[in-house]
């Protein structure tokens, strides 16, 4: 009879820990230690710097830049993973925007530029974040489940035990 029990408690404890269990998925936040690239200042006008900067890479890694598609230089990381570029806009892209793209093959990040003429207004497009999606599901309501689990098991347990020296 205690094996039957015993039986039927794991297979219940197997079945209600599957079912609880969520899969991955894609989750957006800060997962600490993440790649940036960005803009320092994002909107110039022809003539005018921005400074481009990444950090978060692999360390004194080499780190391909492109613009809108186009190779524009590589740059060897720090220790730190970082490293900072200046880039000086000399004419106006046809939709006022470059899109800056840096990989280091691990990590491939965008940022986004807007050119301005003086006598020209646009609307910039919503800014990258620079970071990257987090994978994975938050399971603290599993491991509660988990620990619920493993209280009735111990329970289980020890009702048994008493039980049979009882008898």
């Given at each position: 009879?205690?094996?039957?029990?015993?039986?039927?408690?794991?297979?219940?404890?197997?079945?209600?820990?599957?079912?609880?269990?969520?899969?991955?998925?894609?989750?957006?936040?800060?997962?600490?230690?993440?790649?940036?690239?960005?803009?320092?200042?994002?909107?110039?006008?022809?003539?005018?710097?921005?400074?481009?900067?990444?950090?978060?890479?692999?360390?004194?890694?080499?780190?391909?830049?492109?613009?809108?598609?186009?190779?524009?230089?590589?740059?060897?990381?720090?220790?730190?993973?970082?490293?900072?570029?200046?880039?000086?806009?000399?004419?106006?892209?046809?939709?006022?925007?470059?899109?800056?793209?840096?990989?280091?093959?691990?990590?491939?990040?965008?940022?986004?530029?807007?050119?301005?003429?003086?006598?020209?207004?646009?609307?910039?497009?919503?800014?990258?974040?620079?970071?990257?999606?987090?994978?994975?599901?938050?399971a603290g309501g599993l491991v509660r489940v988990a620990v619920v689990v493993l209280v009735l098991g111990a329970g289980l347990v020890l009702i048994s035990r008493r039980t049979q020296r009882a008898s």
């Amino acid at each position: 009879m205690r094996r039957v029990l015993l039986v039927v408690t794991t297979l219940f404890s197997i079945a209600l820990l599957g079912a609880l269990a969520s899969p991955a998925s894609a989750q957006t936040g800060d997962y600490g230690g993440g790649a940036t690239l960005v803009c320092a200042p994002c909107t110039i006008f022809v003539g005018e710097n921005t400074t481009v900067t990444g950090t978060g890479y692999l360390p004194n890694a080499t780190v391909t830049l492109t613009i809108d598609g186009e190779f524009w230089t590589t740059v060897v990381t720090d220790d730190t993973g970082s490293f900072s570029l200046p880039f000086r806009a000399d004419s106006r892209p046809a939709d006022g925007f470059l899109t800056f793209v840096g990989t280091d093959g691990t990590n491939t990040l965008t940022t986004v530029v807007e050119v301005l003429d003086r006598s020209t207004t646009t609307t910039r497009p919503a800014a990258s974040s620079g970071s990257l999606p987090r994978t994975g599901s938050d399971a603290g309501g599993l491991v509660r489940v988990a620990v619920v689990v493993l209280v009735l098991g111990a329970g289980l347990v020890l009702i048994s035990r008493r039980t049979q020296r009882a008898s």
